[in-house]
């Protein structure tokens, strides 16, 4: 049987995983997974070997963007993760039952997301995307703080409220000295797919600035668009489907930059 690291004060490692990168946001709705989801492919399509943890155990939305439903298997005391367009997929969606409702204390967060990472047959990984879940308590405190995390990635819309809790999740991941791999603008504008007429809904640049007031790199930013949206809902991400695309390409330069 694989040696089974101890999630230790010092963080937990997972053999034969290079990389763990946290993609993090203040609250919920903001992009988050999909983010993830895209950032994981855009690393992919660099030639690195990935896997995506979907940790956000409130509404895990990786099942949706992958349309994956099967159970994983077990082989040994390991489970082994789903896969899609090349990459390891595991959430905690596959888990439990869709419309389940889940009621998670800290202590039951932190034991799900270490036993997704030390109990899954991850095998050699250059980087491992982690969805984590929405928020700045002390269940993502906790994970940020026992989990060896090579960097954090925040993703934000522009508003102020949203640039609100980013700067609640820097100033979390620097407690524990994670380091802030940069910021993302999601949501950044919207470009009308039949005039062209482009709108900064939320306020455009937010992110940007906010991110230069804190120190933090700024990734880049993504627009609200229709493609984005119907792809990750028809369960196959605008990286994966329009690899060429404009999408991609904002995708890819924010991987080229983490
Ligand atoms: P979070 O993980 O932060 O809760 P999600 O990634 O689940 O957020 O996104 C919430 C909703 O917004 C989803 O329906 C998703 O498809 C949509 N969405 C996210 N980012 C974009 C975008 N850039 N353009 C269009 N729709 C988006």
Redesign the pocket.
């Known amino acids: 049987a694989p040696a089974r690291p101890s999630p230790g004060p010092q963080g937990a490692g997972v053999p034969g995983v290079r990389h763990i990168i946290a993609v993090a ?1 203040g609250k ?7 983010t993830a989801a895209n950032l994981a492919l855009a690393l992919k399509k660099q030639g690195l070997r990935v896997g995506l943890m979907d940790a ?1 155990v409130y ?1 895990p ?1 990786v099942p949706t963007l992958f349309a994956l439903n099967e159970r994983p298997e077990v082989e040994g005391k390991q489970m082994k993760p789903l896969e899609a367009h090349g990459l390891k997929i595991m959430s905690i969606g596959f888990l439990v039952d869709a419309g389940t409702a889940m009621i998670w204390r800290g202590p039951m967060v932190m034991s799900a997301l270490t036993q997704m990472l030390t109990e899954v047959a991850w095998g050699e990984l250059d980087v491992l995307v982690v969805d984590m879940p ?1 928020g700045t308590g002390d269940a993502q405190l906790t994970m940020a703080q026992r989990v060896k995390l090579s960097g954090a990635v925040i993703v934000s819309t522009p508003q102020d409220l949203a640039l609100a809790d980013a700067r609640r999740g820097v100033a979390m991941f620097r407690k524990v000295d994670v380091p802030i791999l940069g910021i993302v603008e ?2 950044s504008y919207y470009c009308c797919p039949n005039c062209g007429h482009r709108a900064d809904l939320f306020g455009h640049g937010g992110a940007r600035a906010e991110a230069q007031a804190m120190g933090a790199p700024f990734l880049g930013e ?4 229709l493609a ?2 119907e792809t ?2 028809a369960g196959s991400p605008i990286v994966a489907q329009q690899p060429d695309g404009e999408h991609a390409k904002a995708y890819g330069a924010i991987a080229e930059a983490v």
């Open positions: 946001s919920g709705g903001v992009g988050k997974s999909t956000d509404g939305s929405p999601n949501m993504i627009p609200l668009a984005i949206r990750s809902d």
